[in-house]
């Protein structure tokens, strides 16, 4: 039983985000400070040019160093299968335009680190911002977190880790980096919420592969919940309730013990062939509506994707996809499920999909 907390928010209070991963949690908040730092620009002499091109590099190494720990100390085979993504966190520390014009212009423009690093990242994240393509522009938020932890280390911040939690948590934050998530202990961060965040998020896509239950894009969730206030997650339908009331609470636990005892059942029979009792072989497959959904269905024993939506190719963009575009997609497709087929639906667009 969930003990009371001094709250001022009225019980089921509703707030409807995306829905990033399915499933349902119930537990006390554990509010994460996800702020961004504020990176105060000042100006500096010529005699300090060396020591804050120094500081920023000492800061980068330390990123490095965070990134390849986080990697080294991941044992779960769901996890590992998403360490690509933390190589690209790497290769971000070795691009020369954020670290080449950074050290640039601490020099030419006489400014410290903090400063020159945030307009190397406001540059980038501009860049980003203009891309039409919505998964692309996601990728954003990988500039996003490697910029951040490398902010933290030059101001000498430690991030607050989510691998020694006491108690099963519904982790609130304004973003987590695919860093954070891969730290996540499962035994205890059941579940969470965050301001930031679309469907096609590394971190939504993790969350879907580790089976956490997730609602992202909350705007405010972060600004509203205080740390330990009791709230349910509904990943189904988005939905996150405020201090649910007894009623509420009952309803939402027999909700979770249905699709827990669902899951068990289907966990069971996974590895086993499909054969019907007359012995008909059938081929179990997946549907996606992404290519980063495919190590799920491999890990679920899939032989194949049976259908690969293509609309969310357009409608996560402004403009439709280019054939070369879509072929690269494909392709990727192909070569992850191989020596499985992989069944591509063509466009299929109408008012229910919005």
Known sequence: MMASVKIDIAEDTL???????????????????????????????????????AAFRDAVEATRIQLQQIKQSSVDQVLTDHLYILDTHLLILEDQMLIGETVTLIGSELINAEGAFNRTLRKLRQAFETIDDQYLRERKSDIDAVGDRVMRNLFGE????LTNLDS?????AHDLSPGDTLQMDKSKVI??????????SHTAILARSLGIPAVVGLETVTSIVPNGLP???DGLSGSVILNPSSETFREYLEKKKQYDYLERELDVYCPLPAVTLDGYRLALRGNIDFVDEIPVVIERWGEGIGLFRTEFLFMSAEGPPSEDQQFAIYRDAALQMAPHPVTIRTLDVGGDKF
């Open 15 to 53: 707030l409807v985000g995306i829905s990033a991963s399915p499933g349902i949690a119930i537990a006390k908040a554990h509010l994460v400070n996800r702020s961004q730092v504020c990176a105060i620009e000042r100006r500096i002499g010529e005699s300090e040019v060396e020591a804050e091109i």
């Open 158 to 161: 430690t991030r607050e880790s």
């Open 168 to 172: 099963q948590v519904v982790v609130v």
């Open 191 to 200: 579940g969470f919420v965050t301001d930031v965040g679309g469907r096609t």
């Open 231 to 233: 709230m349910i997650i």
